[in-house]
C-alpha cells in the first residue's frame, strides 16, 4: 500500500487539473551513489495492464509497476515546502539508507 497526505493529494490534484492525465506513476530507478532514486511521472491513460498496480485515490489513480512493488510498498508521500524550495518527500520503511546528497537511497 501507498499513501498520501492531504498536502500531496491536493498538490496532484491540482497539478493534474491544470495538465490533464488521469493519474500519476510512482516508480524507482538506478542512479546516485546509493543505488536507486524514486521517479514520479504523469500518466494520461491506464489499459489495466496486468503488470500494473493502481493504488487509486478518490482523484487520481496511482500507478505501480509490479517489479517496482517491492521497493515502494508501505511508502507515505507528502508534498513539503520549505522555504523557496518545495516538492515531493518519500518516506520509506524499506530503505536502509540515503546518499549524503539525499537523491537516491538502497533497500
Known amino acids: ?24 506513476r ?11 532514486a524514486y521517479v514520479l511521472e504523469y500518466v494520461d491513460a491506464y489499459t489495466g495492464d496486468d503488470a500494473t498496480i493502481n493504488y487509486a485515490q478518490p ?16 511508502m507515505t508521500v507528502d508534498y513539503v515546502r520549505q522555504g523557496l524550495n518545495e516538492g515531493f518527500e518519500f518516506s ?5 539508507d540515503r546518499c549524503g546528497c539525499g537523491e537516491s537511497f538502497r533497500v
Open 26 to 36: 510512482l516508480a524507482v530507478k538506478t542512479t546516485g551513489c546509493s543505488g536507486l
Open 92 to 96: 520509506n520503511p524499506n530503505e536502509r
Open 59 to 74: 482523484d487520481f489513480s496511482v500507478l505501480v509497476d509490479k517489479k517496482h512493488e517491492v521497493y515502494l510498498d508501505g
Open 1 to 24: 500500500m501507498i499513501s498520501f497526505t492531504d498536502t500531496a493529494r491536493n498538490k496532484i490534484k491540482r497539478l493534474l487539473e491544470k495538465r490533464g492525465g488521469i493519474g500519476i
